[in-house]
């Protein structure tokens, strides 16, 4: 079961979800079990605020709607995920704080993004309830990776304020060389040689070579030709602190070319 309140001297621990296909959303397997397990064992947040893949537009955003809407933006699938609904309630109030700390950036009060299936498909495991705020913030599609890891340092104050910051994206996805959703093709070397090294790179806290990620060889060209899933996991590491702890409570390549490594930082 959930703690109801943190160590006033801790912050709220930060994680980085890899959230793989929409089809996640309605999968019993060992990654869903792994999220549970975190949503059952940390405390409860008094709200989320997401930074997810799937919302990567050229200005930093921030949702204010008091009532998010479900977003299913993926085609193609079964009817049965674009019946699903996560309704969690916004929060204006953190909307507002994030626009504060972030100052003098300019952040774009948004009305219309919802809840996109980068955050619901991972939320709708932890928090099955729906009953904890869900704000999201843009990843802005003009600004280097270093401007994304600066953000995640501004907005490492929330931590202090009972607000759990999640990132969700894959630190490898490249769908040109997706196999599927068949867990028995066959998973491509680079990507997990790619994943080994971010691990390494994560453990020894080195934000210096993971923020520089282009220059990672081979191996992060392919697991990265957008930046767009792997910039979510820079928001958690500047939003960490230097002496705490960090584990990686998943990892494993699926369809060849997709990353489900999470990165959970504090206790």
Do not use: C
């Not at 999968?27 to 997401?50: C, E, F, V």
């Not at 996560?86 to 504060?100: F, I, M, N, S, T």
């Not at 220059?215 to 930046?227: M, V, Y």
Request: glycine content about 6%.
């Amino acid at each position: 079961m959930n703690q109801t309140a943190l160590n006033k001297n801790k912050p709220f621990p930060t994680l980085f979800v890899g959230h793989g296909s929409p089809m996640i959303s309605i999968q019993d397997n060992r990654y869903t079990k792994a999220w549970k397990d975190i949503g059952d064992r940390l405390p409860k947040p008094s709200a989320i605020l997401m930074v997810s893949a799937h919302w990567y537009e050229p200005k930093t955003a921030v949702t204010v709607s008091t009532s998010p809407k479900t977003i299913h933006d993926f085609y193609g699938f079964p009817d049965e995920l674009y019946q699903i609904q996560y309704p969690a309630p916004g929060d204006q109030a953190l909307a507002e704080r994030v626009k504060e700390l972030l100052s003098p950036i300019s952040v774009h009060q948004d009305d219309n993004w919802g809840l996109d299936h980068g955050a619901w498909s991972v939320l709708k495991h932890m928090y099955p309830n729906a009953d904890i705020p869900v704000v999201q913030i843009s990843i802005n599609s003009n600004q280097p990776a270093q401007f994304h890891y600066e953000l995640g340092r501004k907005l490492q104050q929330l931590r202090h304020e009972n607000v759990m910051i999640i990132g969700s994206g894959n630190i490898v996805h490249n769908l040109r060389h997706y196999t599927g959703d068949n867990a028995t093709q066959t998973q491509h070397d680079w990507a997990i040689r790619f994943e080994d090294k971010v691990k390494d790179l994560l453990v020894s806290k080195d934000h210096k070579s993971l923020i520089e990620y282009k220059n990672l060889g081979p191996d992060a060209a392919l697991s990265i030709p957008t930046p767009e899933h792997y910039l979510p996991l820079l928001y958690v590491l500047g939003a960490s602190l230097p002496d705490e702890s960090i584990s990686i409570p998943i990892d494993g390549v699926e369809s060849g070319s997709i990353s489900m490594l999470a990165v959970e930082m504090g206790d």
